[in-house]
């Protein structure tokens, strides 16, 4: 079975600061794993994800992701917060076995202070 | 590319009639929906997967003569929530991917559903 942890349902952060937001998975088979956005009242954007190849990962408005198979983790950083990337970010594994499933993690709520 | 949308984005009914929600994939054929469900600061729940031409197949727990799915053709899906109820007032998100080994699924808007 698969599962997906996020570690720290709020995070907050200085505008400036780095952004970490930690993700750890269960998968029984190679996952394929994903960072989305939500903004309020709107659905999810993909910022990056994990297939294959290169563990790094590099997304859309700065962020990155680094896929760390003995450690099990996805953790998303970004160098400099900015106030627009106050949102809430899910973490999500995707496989395929007998169907194509995603199961996203619980979510990070990101605040940004000025 | 790849955009997916859905209609409404917001609807109020009353308990006991029944809605529809569309999702519609725009520029690409998707042999594979998703329908999801989020509870107000809570992640997404899948509710069920339906593929064009077949019946849905729903996750454990959800109830597959209330939320009635149709995937009729390649770009259109639906979801009728019958005889609504409070409890079903949510927010709907779908999700569409092609066929084959691609592992991304774009996501629509979402419907705001509230149920007085």
């Known amino acids: 079975a698969q599962s997906v942890t996020q570690l720290g349902s709020h995070v907050s952060v200085s505008e400036g600061a780095l952004v970490l937001l930690r993700c750890n998975y269960s998968s029984s088979v190679p996952p394929y794993l994903f960072w989305y956005v939500q903004y309020p009242n709107q659905g999810l954007q993909l910022l990056l994800k994990?297939?294959?190849?290169?563990?790094l990962v590099k997304g859309i408005n700065g962020f990155e992701a680094e896929f760390k198979k003995s450690e099990t983790s996805f953790h998303l950083t970004k160098p400099s917060a900015h106030m627009s990337d106050a949102a809430e970010y899910f973490c999500a594994v995707s496989v395929h076995t007998g169907g194509f499933k995603t199961i996203f993690g619980a979510g990070t709520r990101l605040f940004v202070k000025a | 590319g790849a955009v997916v949308s859905q209609h409404p984005s917001w609807v109020i009914c009353k308990s006991g009639t029944s809605v529809k929600i569309e999702c519609r994939s725009l520029?690409?054929?998707?042999?594979?929906m998703f329908w999801y469900r989020q509870f107000p600061k809570q992640s997404l729940m899948l509710m069920a997967t339906s593929n064009e031409g077949s019946k849905a197949t729903y996750e454990q727990g959800v109830e597959k003569d209330k939320f009635l799915i149709n995937h009729a053709s390649l770009t259109l899906s639906t979801l009728t929530v019958t005889s609504a109820h409070p409890e079903d007032s949510s927010f709907y998100i779908c999700?569409?991917?092609?066929?084959?080994?691609?592992?991304?699924?774009?996501f629509g808007p979402g419907t705001r559903l509230t149920v007085l």
């Open positions: 994990y297939t294959t190849g290169a563990t």
């Open positions: 999700s569409a991917k092609v066929s084959g080994p691609i592992y991304e699924q774009f």
């Open positions: 520029d690409f054929q998707a042999t594979t």
